[in-house]
């Protein structure tokens, strides 16, 4: 059977996103399709509307699944349920949607017309209902209301964390440990997108919480004031719950930008990809410890080298380190890059990764150490720092090593910065061969057009010949 045999359900309610969309048709344009559709007894998409439709976008004429003896076929599932008329169809194309959470972009007018057909109740909370539906009455689609207002739960959260104060992430030496290990044994194909380890790695970088990017507030100060905090309990309600402890509307509620810590599952998978056992892995700007925290996790049992200017970094990084029992296998220096004997690691290395100060868009310290505060200009900063720490790198790797950057283009103010380019034509002037730029999933950073949609940043992939 081919695609356009099939007939699309004129009332499915899932419009997609422009970016989801965009996603679906790449992966199918790649890969096929690796799901059933199924139809009703006309020939009319119960599950897999944007599937075919995102098949027909890429210009495919078969929804296709790879099969045993490998050839690709339409894989598809009839049922005697009728889209006209069966309400147990249209419940189904509702869970369908549902499930697939990717770019959902619902259509109102057509969503109002399944709640006068049909219970929507099991596929929505009432507070989501009001906001797809604005105009209908949905008073009678809950029997019970919460006992407890927002508001009340609001004053009450409010008023426990003035009483406690700021609620920095503090996790027992033994609940890091076990977390540590989870990272470690997280399935392989998790690892990129798991949040393990990332409280282990704040619980000894507090100080993160106080920085935050140039000109906005840091969770800290956010905190601090009244309005700003009754806003990100109000915030993080709305989405689900309030905790005890700290909760993400602090870093984003408005006008706050925390500095960003490294995902260390992905930095645990990049090691793992990258090196063999024993090996050793250079860290030239080591940030709030998230590729400390990947490379301890991820078996290696080599040695890591992490340099970073910021004193209380600096100190984190060392006590994580040995309270977790790995201080042997970590050799730190306080130090900018830019500053650090080119022969302390000459020909020792066999990877070098790291997330370098985009310039000057994240503050992390007053210290005079600091790229913000060291260099004035772009041009400063890419001659004083980002060719001198990749002559470093260059100088400690062996021939044939891999060296990763995560870094990409910032706008300050009215100026767009290419660190990307920078960092590509600087690493070609010091010796190393560009091979790629991938994109990996990521939690938000602060690079140039990174909006909420956007869940990549890129990594350049450097080899030294």
Not at 198 to 211: E, F, K, M, S, V
Not at 416 to 425: D, I, K, V
Request: some cysteine; glycine content about 8%; overall charge negative.
């Amino acid at each position: 059977m081919t695609i356009n045999e099939l007939i699309p359900d004129p009332k499915n309610a899932n419009k997609g996103t422009k970016r989801g969309n965009q996603l679906v048709e790449r992966s199918l344009r790649e890969y096929g399709a690796g799901r059933s559709i199924l139809i009703d007894k006309h020939g009319t998409i119960i599950a897999g509307n944007k599937t075919v439709a995102n098949a027909q976008a890429a210009g495919l004429e078969d929804v296709m699944v790879i099969q045993s003896d490998g050839t690709k076929l339409i894989a598809v599932q009839r049922t005697d349920l009728d889209m006209a008329t069966d309400s147990k169809a249209k419940a189904l194309a509702i869970a369908d949607n549902r499930t697939a959470e990717i770019g959902l972009d619902w259509d109102s007018a057509i969503l109002g017309e399944l709640a006068g057909e049909m219970d929507l109740q099991p596929f929505f909370t009432d507070k989501e209902l009001s906001e797809l539906l604005p105009e209908t009455d949905i008073g009678n689609l809950s029997e019970y209301a919460h006992p407890i207002s927002d508001d009340r739960i609001i004053d009450a959260a409010f008023n426990h964390f003035r009483a406690t104060g700021f609620p920095y992430r503090n996790l027992p030496l033994h609940v890091s440990m076990q977390e540590l290990n989870q990272l470690a044994t997280t399935d392989p194909e998790s690892l990129i997108g798991t949040n393990a380890g990332y409280q282990i790695a704040d619980t000894y970088h507090p100080h993160r919480l106080l920085a935050a990017a140039t000109k906005m507030k840091s969770p800290f100060e956010s905190f601090g004031n009244d309005k700003l905090l009754r806003r990100a309990i109000k915030q993080e309600l709305e989405s689900g719950k309030v905790p005890a402890g700290y909760f993400g509307f602090l870093s984003f509620v408005s006008g706050t930008q925390a500095c960003s810590n490294f995902r260390p599952g992905f930095a645990c998978h990049l090691y793992r990809t990258y090196c063999k056992p024993g090996a050793v892995v250079l860290d030239t700007s080591t940030g709030y410890g998230g590729r400390l925290i990947g490379f301890l996790a991820s078996g290696l049992a080599g040695k890591y080298i992490g340099i970073d200017p910021n004193t209380l970094t600096h100190a984190g990084n060392a006590k994580l380190a040995s309270d977790l029992g790995f201080q042997d296998d970590v050799e730190l220096y306080n130090l900018p890059a830019e500053d650090v004997d080119i022969e302390l690691v000459r020909n020792r290395c066999d990877f070098a990764f790291t997330s370098p100060p985009y310039f000057c868009k994240e503050i992390y310290s007053s210290e005079g150490t600091q790229s913000c505060n060291r260099y004035s200009t772009g041009e400063d900063w890419r001659i004083g720092f980002l060719v001198p720490m990749l002559r470093l790198q260059f100088a400690a790797l062996k021939a044939g090593a891999t060296s990763i950057i995560n870094i990409a283009d910032v706008n300050i103010g009215s100026a767009t910065y290419p660190l990307a380019e920078w960092t590509r034509s600087a690493a070609k002037e010091v010796g190393f061969q560009y091979i790629k730029t991938d994109e990996f999933p990521m939690q938000h950073r602060v690079g140039a057009g990174m909006g909420d949609e956007v869940a990549t940043e890129p990594v350049i992939v450097l080899v030294k010949p």
